[in-house]
């Protein structure tokens, strides 16, 4: 039944004034925005209508709320880490994180299943919502264990069917971390079988290259080739050329995945703003020294000969393995997060090794060995312009790659999305306002297929920002890695206010997403 023209409509919550960037990449529109029982409905600049609250927005620009296509931030509220930590992503418009990346979720691991895992969260409560990929490192560690060999034919059927269940109960996707154990044990039939799978419930295959590095080129091709082999959408993580050797890469990889796309292939890539990696220090040592899980590990650590070994590994490099140390050093190294060593935190391994007059490789493994194997660390591995280019390249999207643990974790948890809109779209004028908040509300919202969010239109999910474009800026650094940003007026989730002023109101209306 048609809308009574003379009607004076009501809602909950009415925002007045504003110019709306409406995450398509459209030019700003005036309009106000009526919110009722979690959905939106966009109304004409003075539209008569009442409100139990009407908010002046005037000056400020409403978008969708920000869609972080790649976070490790399965467990954030459910391990006791912190609000600090916890709310992060939301005080800077995060309205949804997609987790599970790099071949690393919460199912089937710690919690049996993707139902279990939305069941944990929905216990505690959320301030935003949470999309999880099902990580194929934590499923190859479930069905096969930490052993350096190739699955059985029985391995990877029981791998396809738990991946088949946990995508028909709502998974986003299937991740790859190709640099990491066990994962890196897995080889190119493998991850097709498991991709095909993801095919059929016409879900991403998600992937941390295995080698972002020197090998790049060649790693590109493995993940296009298993994409083109199973079908599956293919998304490319965090997509760099790290290291001296690869950097100005993207001026090859880019052209490479501009033509696929030409040529009919559902590709994309997201992106961090910041020439800084951030991983475990582990993942710094070769793969073979992970051969049957963490303990193992710790155990070769102990032994002298095996610490030989491995120093022989970064200096000689391994074939196959994205030997990070050998492309820079260990004095872009940092420490961000160790627990029991925090006066290391922020110091490079090649500062501490001096200091100590140590070798570098001792240092790592006397730290790992203190530290039960837990330690963060910040890898300076990217050049500037390589970044840029992949911040305005069309099918890139943004991704904080944010890793929310104790210490002096990455800024990009905190600084991410305020970062791209104040310095890289305000400031150096690569991109729009418009486009930033397509690459990071409606273009994320159609990779993960979140349907109704990501977009301001009539209907959609009541997932908003509210902005100040003239002063949204990033304050996080690696020295205080969690300030919060500047020019975020309001965020609400689920039409909700859960940022009010650079605050959260403790409102929890957040849930697991199934896709």
Not at 292 to 305: C, I, V
């Amino acid at each position: 039944m048609p809308l009574n023209p003379t009607a004076v409509l009501h809602y909950e919550l009415l925002l007045r004034g504003g110019e709306i960037a409406d995450g398509t990449g459209a030019p700003l529109t005036a309009g106000d925005i009526g919110i009722t029982g979690g959905r939106i409905r966009l109304l004409a600049p003075g539209t008569a209508a009442t409100a139990d609250q009407v908010v002046d927005v005037s000056g400020l620009v409403v978008t969708p709320g920000f869609i972080d296509a790649h976070t490790h931030s399965d467990e954030t509220t459910l391990n006791g880490t912190g609000d600090e930590q916890a709310h992060a992503a939301v005080l800077q418009g995060v309205t949804v994180e997609v987790c599970g990346n790099c071949g690393d979720s919460a199912f089937p691991g710690p919690y049996p299943d993707f139902a279990a895992f939305a069941d944990a969260h929905a216990s505690v409560g959320r301030a935003n919502h949470l999309a999880s990929l099902v990580g194929h490192g934590t499923l190859r560690a479930a069905v096969v264990g930490h052993a350096a060999r190739p699955a059985t034919a029985a391995e990877l059927a029981e791998m396809c069917e738990v991946l088949d269940r946990d995508f028909t109960a709502g998974a986003a996707g299937l991740s790859t971390g190709l640099i990491y154990t066990p994962g890196s044990y897995a080889d190119t039939a493998e991850v097709t079988a498991l991709a095909t799978v993801a095919a059929r419930h016409r879900k991403p295959y998600v992937t941390h290259l295995r080698d972002e590095m020197s090998r790049v080129e060649e790693a590109l091709a493995e993940a296009v080739a298993i994409a083109q082999a199973s079908g599956a959408p293919l998304h490319v993580s965090h997509h760099k050329t790290a290291g001296k050797y690869g950097w100005g890469g993207t001026e090859r990889t880019l052209p490479r995945l501009e033509r696929l796309r030409a040529e009919g292939m559902d590709l994309t890539c997201d992106v961090y703003p910041y020439t800084a990696a951030s991983t475990a220090l582990a993942a710094m040592l070769p793969p073979w020294a992970h051969d049957g899980g963490p303990e193992r590990l710790l155990e070769r650590l102990r032994d002298a000969g095996e610490r030989a070994r491995m120093r022989t590994a970064i200096a000689e490099g391994v074939p196959g393995w994205e030997n990070t140390v050998g492309n820079g050093g260990w004095d872009r190294i940092s420490v961000a997060g160790a627990a029991r060593h925090r006066a290391l935190q922020g110091r490079t391994i090649a500062d501490i090794a001096e200091e100590r007059g140590a070798d570098a490789l001792d240092v790592v493994a006397e730290l790992l060995l203190a530290e039960d194997g837990d330690v963060t660390i910040i890898s300076h591995s990217m050049r500037e312009d390589d970044v840029q280019r992949v911040l305005r390249t069309p099918f890139a999207m943004i991704g904080s790659d944010g890793v929310p643990k104790p210490g002096l974790p990455h800024p990009r948890w905190a600084g991410t999305f305020a970062r791209v809109l104040g310095h890289y779209a305000r400031d150096l004028q690569l991109l729009s306002i418009q486009e930033a908040v397509r690459k990071m509300t409606g273009a994320t919202a159609a990779r993960f297929n979140l349907v109704g969010r990501g977009v301001v239109r009539d209907g959609a999910h009541a997932d908003l920002v509210v902005l100040d474009p003239a002063t949204v800026a990033d304050r996080a650094t690696f020295a205080e890695p969690l300030l919060t940003p500047v020019g975020i007026h309001m965020v609400l989730v689920a039409g909700e206010v859960v940022v009010r002023d650079g605050a959260v109101t403790g409102a929890r209306p957040g849930r697991v997403l199934a896709c």
